[in-house]
């Protein structure tokens, strides 16, 4: 279910779902809208959703949804990080941001700016410019942010918007060091910016891809293409999607094989409570889960990555939050 698949559709099928009582759990579904839309009827009936495929901050909540937890980096995290690797390597930063003016933009915003503060201040964030969806174009905030004095550049944007910075950024020949929150580095977005507009861009990583050379002889990618071929024939060998949720299917098989035989809502939430520890064959090494019953933090460990033009170069360790 995704954000496309509206959420009046994801409640009505959610609930057709659970009122047959034969649902164990929901796991890997897509995209934060939906995913609200039908949290608090699926933890009012006490069915576990696992593994959702967004990182907003909400699903870290075990005090009042403790059914609901999310698969990906949590934007927080994500932010925590790439403002750790802002003080490291440029401890004077001045920083303009650019953020969506919504829970999105907000959940990368504040946790950013309290890394910079706890660290003493010395990296300062000195203008931020907000965009709604709805803009057609971030050109005057590209051009206020250039003229800032600003030395990094936070790209906290989705889709177009994205699309649009990169390429204002090189049209302006503003060299700032460019820090882009993970979910908008896919190929698409970055082919029409331009791949040379994106290069030296900054972003975490936490996943291997299929379809790369670097890959090709990785355990767990050949694991996957072995399956690809023999099950999944007509899925392209490249396709990033199908790892990605080969890699959930791995993570769901193993909180049922802890369950053993006692296969209830509430042991599969155990199970899935305490994965702290597994890495799953999506994950780069050095990446697990960090889940615990007290904390839904996915994970807290990520690699800082740098786009040369052609491919993600990541760094040799991971960073934590």
């Not at 990033?240 to 791995?250: M, R």
């Not at 193993?254 to 999506?282: M, W």
């Not at 033009?309 to 960073?319: A, E, L, Q, R, T």
Request: charged content about 25%; aromatic content about 10%; some cysteine.
């Amino acid at each position: 279910m995704d954000d496309a698949y509206s959420a009046p559709k994801c409640v009505e099928a959610t609930r057709r779902l659970v009122e047959q009582e034969e649902v164990l759990a929901l796991y890997g579904s897509l995209g934060t809208a939906p995913q609200t839309s039908v949290h608090k009827y699926l933890n009012s009936k006490g069915v576990p959703q696992l593994l959702l495929n967004t990182g907003a901050s909400k699903w870290n909540n075990p005090k009042e949804f403790k059914w609901t937890m999310a698969g990906l980096p949590l934007y927080p995290t994500e932010a925590r990080i790439l403002a750790r690797h802002v003080v490291a390597v440029k401890p004077n930063a001045k920083i303009g941001i650019l953020y969506q003016n919504d829970d999105f933009g907000r959940d990368f915003l504040g946790p950013f700016k309290k890394v910079l503060a706890d660290a003493g201040g010395t990296a300062q964030v000195i203008m931020e410019q907000t965009y709604d969806l709805t803009d057609p174009t971030v050109d005057s905030q590209l051009i206020n942010l250039s003229k800032s004095g600003a030395d990094v550049f936070y790209n906290i944007t989705t889709g177009k918007a994205t699309s649009q910075s990169i390429r204002k950024v090189a049209e302006l020949g503003w060299k700032p060091l460019q820090l882009l929150s993970a979910g908008s580095t896919g190929r698409s977005i970055l082919n029409a910016a331009g791949l040379e507009n994106a290069t030296g861009i900054v972003a975490i990583r936490y996943n291997k891809e299929v379809g790369l050379p670097k890959w090709e002889k990785d355990p767990d990618v050949m694991a996957f293409e072995e399956l690809r071929k023999k099950y999944m024939p007509t899925i392209d060998p490249d396709n990033t999607i199908a790892f990605a949720g080969y890699g959930q299917a791995v993570t769901m098989g193993e909180i049922l094989r802890r369950c053993g035989d006692d296969l209830t809502r509430a042991n599969v939430l155990k199970q899935a409570s305490n994965l702290k520890g597994f890495h799953s064959p999506y994950f780069l090494d050095g990446v697990t889960y960090d889940y615990t019953p007290e904390d839904y933090t996915p994970m807290k460990t990520l690699f800082i990555s740098t786009f040369s033009g052609k491919d993600w170069d990541i760094s040799d360790k991971p960073m934590s939050e």
